[in-house]
Structures are given as C-alpha cells and as structure tokens.
C-alpha cells in the first residue's frame, strides 16, 4: 500500500530552533474509553517541561464518537496539557498518517515521543514528512491475547529505529535489550509522582463519610482498567474469604473495561453486592485514595503501576504482587507487603495481616509517602527526561 499524497509545506530539520523558539515535543497515543496509567505521566509532563525549555502537545488518536474522549479532556485541561484528538478508524486509516504530518509541520515539531505500539510505527512514517528525532515510553506489554503479542511484536521492531526508548521498570528495559534495542538508546526512568498534588488533605474516616462508605468498616480499595491481567477477579475471592472469616472489610474497585460484566455476575453469584463495590470510572480518585484502609494491587502484569505510587504518596498502606517494577518500588514488610501473583492463599493472608494489624497500617502508611518523595517525585522523572530530550537534540532545550 502506497502513503496518501500530502501537500507540500516547509520542513523543519530536527533540533533547528531559531532564537526565539522552543524545541517541541509531541506526545503521541492511541486510546479507548477513558485511557488508563500513561495518561497520568503525559498530561503531567508539559508543565514540568517547560522550566527546562520544551513546549509540548498531546495528540490522542481515538476511535470516532467515543465518549471516553470526553473524560481525557477534561483530565487534560486540568493538568494544563494541550490535547489534539485525530480520530482513528483502525491500523489502515491512511488519513491519520495525513492529520499526524499536517500537526507536526504546522507546529514544527522537534522530538515525536511514542507511547504505544501504534504511535511508534506512525513516527517511522511521519518523519519521512518531518524530519524529527524519535522517542518512546515502553509503559508495558500486559495483554495476553493472540493480537496483542502481535502488536507487540511490531512495536519491539519499530523501537529498534527509534533514537531513545526509555521504559519505566528493569524488566521492560531487559524485554528492549532483547528485542536488540540498542543498549547505548535505552534508559530506565521510572514512573513517578506529583507529590504536592498527591497528599493527603483529610483523614480516611472523613473521606469515608464524604463518599457514602461505612467508617466503622475497613475499606479495601483498587484501581485500575477492568481487565483480566488486573485479576480483580482473585481479590473479589480473597475478599470473600475475609468475611467469611469473619472480618468486616468491604472493597471498592474503580475503572471501567471490558471485565466488568463478568466481574458484575461473579459479585452477584457469591453474594457481595453488599460488600464489593464496581465504581466504574471517577474523576476524584484522590478523595477515593484518601477513604481507603488498604491498596490493594492484585495484577497478574504491569510496568511499573501508577496507582501505587498514588496510593502510597497519599499514605495509604499497599500490598501488591510481586512483578515487574514492583518489588524495586515497595520492599517487603518496609514500604508495603508483597505476594505472589496468582496466589489467593497469599492475597487473603496478607490482607488479613493488615486488617487486624492497625499499627502495621500506620507504619507502612508513613513509610510508603516517604519512599515516593524521596525517589519518585515527578519532578526529578522530568529533570531526567528533559535529559533525554537534550541529549536527541544536541543540548537546544535549555532556556
């Protein structure tokens, strides 16, 4: 299949800013619904960007008339982060290939910075239009489907090309290294975040009374897209074993995906309605962080997840699986506790010590927001990427 014909306009070479310009990023996504993780870095990262000297745009390739777009501006405006929206009819729509290259020459676009699959395959094409320098965040490959190993195959392809790929855990980096990345273009710069925006600002019975939860009764909470490699599915389980042990919890899960129907009828058929809680998507996840006893983080895969990062800043204490960049960001029995994935004994068993255990609630509580301040804070993950960004560019990006 040949490229659409493109009209001509002027090209910037990459990194040539006169004076009074400031090199430009763009980030590029392709996303349903209301999207997930990655958002919170992307929309975060212009503001950050610019003491260093970058101007930034999002541009969100989304499926025609889908509402979820809706809620990413809004999450996008409140983060002061200009968002495009270039509609996507699937991996043969050639006219967003056009939209992408009329976006990057209309805004003389420096450095195309991926975030999926999709986008990092577009920058190959679109920089025979525009010549730029190209980047990408690995963010994770936790789909377990026949397609999706296929789209994760072509990304590994496509991030051989790229001049930086910076991934967010250990393992991703040693998944790029494999995939014969090169290890002289690959950095690790994990997730991180705003700690001035993510604190606590009220106790967890207020925040309970707030949003209509029983104070006098522990509050488990999760977040995150309803999918199977979350594996709410085993924490519903683990739940229903510490009632029936007799401990009063009650757990609330919020997102929204394509598991919810069978989680819906997993709840019913045991008989929880009362106890367990589908929120679907909310906006105000930091009030709902804040009324939590317990973060509970059940994945089967991830990268390295934002929602404990969110949890444990807003000190709420966590217990998470052990995979990926997860034990390098919560060491066992000193920032939070750890299980198997998979294992539901030891889901229930560690949701148990915690339950009955209100001073190791505290304690674990305190020392999660002192992990996350002093080495995931947002702006030192920026100070880092604005590196990356100097170094595709020769050094243009300082003020």
Same mark, same amino acid.
């Given at each position: 299949?040949?490229?659409?014909?493109?009209?001509?306009?002027?090209?910037?070479?990459?990194?040539?800013?006169?004076?009074?310009?400031?090199?430009?990023?763009?980030?590029?996504?392709?996303?349903?619904?209301?999207?997930?993780?990655?958002?919170?870095?992307?929309?975060?990262?212009?503001?950050?960007?610019?003491?260093?000297?970058?101007?930034?745009?999002?541009?969100?390739?989304?499926?025609?008339?889908?509402?979820?777009?809706?809620?990413?501006?809004?999450?996008?405006?409140?983060?002061?982060?200009?968002?495009?929206?270039?509609?996507?009819?699937?991996?043969?729509?050639?006219?967003?290939?056009?939209?992408?290259?009329?976006?990057?020459?209309?805004?003389?676009?420096? @450095?195309?910075?991926?975030? /999926?699959?999709?986008?990092?395959?577009? *920058? %190959? #094409?679109?920089? $025979?239009?525009?010549?730029? +320098?190209?980047?990408?965040?690995?963010?994770?490959?936790?789909?377990?489907?026949?397609?999706?190993?296929?789209?994760?195959?072509?990304?590994?392809?496509?991030?051989?090309?790229?001049?930086?790929?910076?991934?967010?855990?250990?393992?991703?980096?040693?998944?790029?290294?494999?995939?014969?990345?090169?290890?002289?273009?690959?950095?690790?710069?994990?997730?991180?975040?705003?700690?001035?925006?993510?604190?606590?600002?009220?106790?967890?019975?207020?925040?309970?009374?707030?949003?209509?939860?029983?104070?006098?009764?522990?509050?488990?909470?999760?977040?995150?897209?309803?999918?199977?490699?979350?594996?709410?599915?085993?924490?519903?389980?683990?739940?229903?074993?510490?009632?029936?042990?007799?401990?009063?919890?009650?757990?609330? @899960?919020?997102?929204?995906? /394509?598991?919810?129907?069978?989680?819906? *009828? %997993? #709840?019913?058929? $045991?008989?929880?309605?009362? +106890?367990?809680?589908?929120?679907?998507?909310?906006?105000?996840?930091?009030?709902?962080?804040?009324?939590?006893?317990?973060?509970?983080?059940?994945?089967?895969?991830?990268?390295?997840?934002?929602?404990?990062?969110?949890?444990?800043?807003?000190?709420?204490?966590?217990?998470?699986?052990?995979?990926?960049?997860?034990?390098?960001?919560?060491?066992?029995?000193?920032?939070?506790?750890?299980?198997?994935?998979?294992?539901?004994?030891?889901?229930?068993?560690?949701?148990?010590?915690?339950?009955?255990?209100?001073?190791?609630?505290?304690?674990?509580?305190?020392?999660?927001?002192?992990?996350?301040?002093?080495?995931?804070?947002?702006?030192?993950?920026?100070?880092?990427?604005?590196?990356?960004?100097?170094?595709?560019?020769?050094?243009?990006?300082?003020?």
């Amino acid at each position: 299949m040949t490229l659409p014909s493109l009209e001509q306009a002027p090209v910037a070479p990459p990194g040539d800013t006169a004076p009074a310009r400031r090199p430009m990023v763009l980030h590029t996504r392709v996303v349903t619904e209301t999207g997930g993780g990655p958002e919170k870095t992307i929309f975060n990262s212009p503001r950050f960007l610019v003491p260093y000297g970058y101007d930034s745009i999002c541009a969100y390739m989304h499926p025609p008339d889908d509402p979820g777009f809706e809620m990413l501006k809004q999450k996008a405006a409140e983060a002061d982060a200009p968002l495009v929206g270039i509609e996507d009819r699937g991996p043969l729509d050639w006219r967003t290939v056009r939209h992408m290259v009329r976006l990057c020459r209309r805004h003389c676009v420096d @450095i195309w910075h991926g975030h /999926d699959y999709k986008s990092n395959v577009l *920058g %190959l #094409i679109v920089r $025979r239009f525009q010549p730029m +320098r190209l980047v990408s965040t690995v963010h994770g490959w936790n789909l377990r489907t026949s397609r999706a190993s296929l789209y994760y195959w072509i990304d590994r392809m496509a991030l051989r090309h790229y001049d930086r790929v910076v991934c967010v855990s250990d393992d991703l980096h040693e998944c790029c290294l494999a995939a014969k990345v090169s290890a002289q273009r690959c950095r690790v710069i994990e997730n991180a975040i705003d700690t001035e925006q993510y604190a606590r600002r009220m106790s967890t019975d207020e925040a309970k009374r707030r949003l209509d939860f029983e104070p006098n009764r522990l509050l488990i909470g999760a977040v995150g897209r309803l999918s199977a490699e979350k594996n709410f599915a085993g924490l519903i389980e683990a739940v229903e074993r510490l009632l029936r042990k007799g401990l009063d919890v009650q757990l609330m @899960i919020v997102g929204d995906g /394509d598991q919810r129907g069978p989680l819906e *009828g %997993l #709840i019913a058929q $045991r008989g929880l309605g009362d +106890r367990v809680r589908l929120l679907g998507f909310r906006s105000d996840t930091i009030d709902l962080y804040q009324a939590m006893d317990i973060y509970a983080l059940s994945s089967l895969s991830e990268g390295l997840p934002n929602v404990l990062l969110e949890a444990m800043a807003l000190e709420v204490p966590v217990l998470a699986t052990r995979i990926a960049g997860v034990p390098k960001l919560v060491r066992h029995q000193t920032d939070g506790l750890l299980v198997e994935p998979g294992d539901v004994d030891a889901l229930t068993a560690g949701l148990q010590s915690l339950a009955v255990d209100e001073g190791l609630r505290t304690q674990l509580a305190a020392a999660g927001r002192r992990r996350i301040e002093q080495s995931y804070s947002f702006a030192a993950r920026m100070a880092a990427m604005r590196a990356v960004y100097d170094e595709v560019l020769g050094g243009k990006g300082s003020p």
